[in-house]
């Protein structure tokens, strides 16, 4: 279908650096039928084809061929994510990932996963950096699953107790459970067991700990010479290790304001993004070192 390219409206990238010029270009001066360019036909929304429709303005046409599609305006982006996976870089799939973390919590890692062309493991890793938790996760398969069932769980023993000659499909849809799941609740209870795994209360009690706050945080200027000093961080490979990241990355808060201007436009957005991704790495380290602290004193 031939649409008036006015009419048209550029949606943000999944492509960090947004759109190449000398692509544009090149596509432009080619000569070739450009392929029909994806819109949302709710917003004219370009879902994929922004190169395809910059090249048309600079041929000097008024109208594109136009493929509509359908669905709920908070999905642009992840079907433009999807139609793009195959050319973009790890930092973009990345990027793309803790946005949906953000505006889709209640997606499973895989789903997250076969949308931003990653690893569902690496997922995984971005949501405990990122915080994008919900109580249900949608798979794949579209079908909603708890994230812990361990309050389904305590919900069915009661359910078991109330009603004894209930079926496990009963009693599993009540509770919001799996029938495999209310199988194995009845079978720890007649073997005397808590109904709940320790490592889901242990991950339950993980979603509502909250992180005792701290009344200073030191500077870096006077961090790492106490840490420099240190000979079990000296005379340790890891402790050397950390020692050159720690003095390569170490920037007070008074440094980076100096530094914002003078950043070119078109790169904010990369170095920016980039400064997030390191922040949320090593507050994930930062996590990491603070439990293993906490089980050493336990």
Known sequence: MLVDINVLQLAESP??????????????????????????????????GAHRLRAAVLRGSRSVEVEYVDGPVEDVFVLSVSLNVATLTTADREAAARRLL???????????????????????????????????????????????????????????????????????????????????????????????????????????????????????????????????LRFNEHGRLVLRWLEAHAVSSGEWATVVDGVPSHCRELVADMARGCAEVWAEMAEALERENRRQAV
């Not at 996963?113 to 995984?124: E, I, M």
């Not at 305590?154 to 004894?164: D, F, Q, T």
């Not at 509502?208 to 079990?232: K, Y």
Request: proline letters at 7%.
């Open 102 to 232: 953000r505006s889709h919590p209640q997606w499973s890692d895989r789903a997250i996963a076969a949308s931003t062309g990653l690893a569902a493991k690496s997922v995984g890793v971005l949501r405990r950096a990122v915080g994008g938790r919900a109580a249900n996760r949608v798979g794949r398969d579209g079908k909603v699953r708890p994230v812990n069932s361990a309050a389904g769980r305590r919900l069915a023993v009661e359910m078991i107790e109330a009603r004894p000659d209930a079926s496990l499909r009963d009693i599993a849809r009540a509770a919001g459970v799996s029938p495999g799941t209310v199988r194995d609740v009845r079978r720890r209870l007649l073997a005397g067991l808590d109904p709940v795994p320790e490592r889901m209360r242990a991950a339950e009690i993980a979603e509502v700990e909250v992180p005792a706050a701290r009344s200073e945080v030191r500077a870096p200027g006077t961090t790492l010479p106490i840490l420099r000093r240190d000979p079990s």
């Open 15 to 48: 492509r960090l650096g947004g759109c190449s010029e000398e692509f544009v270009r090149k596509l432009a001066s080619s000569g070739t039928v450009l392929a029909p360019i994806v819109v949302h036909r709710g917003t004219h929304r370009v879902v994929d």
